[in-house]
């Protein structure tokens, strides 16, 4: 069982805005930044927001992250096929003094 | 570019020990900080251990135990040892850059390998 509690899955049809919740606790999400990553298999994972808001170098600007007391989400603009993924979220953990994650999302197209 | 790749045995016997190691290129490991993450088959992702590059180790309490991180700045390589091995540690194993900003704790983590399965089977 994840720290890190998001939804298994979300869809959306091409075009649409989807988010991804993100909920943790007060030694987590609510003392530090939130994190996400793509994963597609077989491929390194790809860090897509940093710093609760921050996207690094060639990540599309559809892509836009958001945090509020204990929770956190991650939300694309418009859908893209390519967009398709596992998404993780990620917080540092006062109490474990480590790194925690998110159980996972699927994001899929209608 | 930052690139890092696994590489170790695929297969482990129960109580054995799992050795892997991270090949790192475009980056030096005498800076920042490494770690190693594994996602279970079906589960989501979890931190196992990090090293900085002065030596420091911290590891994840489940695993503490049984854990090894350490640098081989020779190589610019890094290694993961895991013992006593339980199928429950069946996963996909990566290593990837831990970024630290100002004087904060490290906080997330910007470049990962592909991954290597290790299955643990008899």
């Known amino acids: 069982q994840s720290v890190l509690t998001q939804p298994p899955s979300v869809s959306g049809t091409p075009g649409q805005r989807v988010s991804i919740s993100c909920s943790g606790s007060t030694s987590s999400i609510g003392r530090n930044f939130v994190h996400w990553y793509q994963l597609l298999p077989g491929t390194a994972p790809k860090l897509v927001i940093f710093r609760t808001n921050q996207r690094p170098s060639g990540v599309p600007d559809r892509f836009s992250g958001s945090q509020s007391g204990t929770s956190a989400s991650l939300a694309s603009s418009g859908l893209r096929s390519e967009d398709e993924a596992d998404y993780f979220c990620e917080v540092w953990d006062d109490s474990l003094s480590g790194p925690v994650f998110g159980g996972g999302t699927m994001l899929t197209g209608l | 570019q930052v690139h890092l790749q696994e590489s170790g045995p695929g297969l482990v016997k129960p109580s054995e020990t799992l050795s892997l190691t991270c090949s790192v290129s475009g980056a030096s490991i005498s800076s920042d900080f490494w770690s190693w993450v594994r996602q279970p088959p079906g589960k989501g992702l979890e931190w196992i251990a990090y090293v900085h590059h002065s030596g420091n180790t911290e590891y994840h309490p489940s695993l503490k135990s049984r854990v090894t991180i350490s640098l081989d700045t020779s190589n610019n390589q890094f290694s993961l040892r895991l013992r006593s091995v339980t199928a429950a540690d069946t996963a996909v194993y990566y290593c990837?850059?831990?970024?630290?900003?100002?004087?904060?704790?490290?906080?997330?983590?910007?470049?990962w390998g592909r991954g290597t399965l290790v299955t643990v089977s008899s």
């Open positions: 990837a850059r831990l970024q630290q900003v100002a004087e904060r704790p490290p906080e997330y983590f910007d470049y």
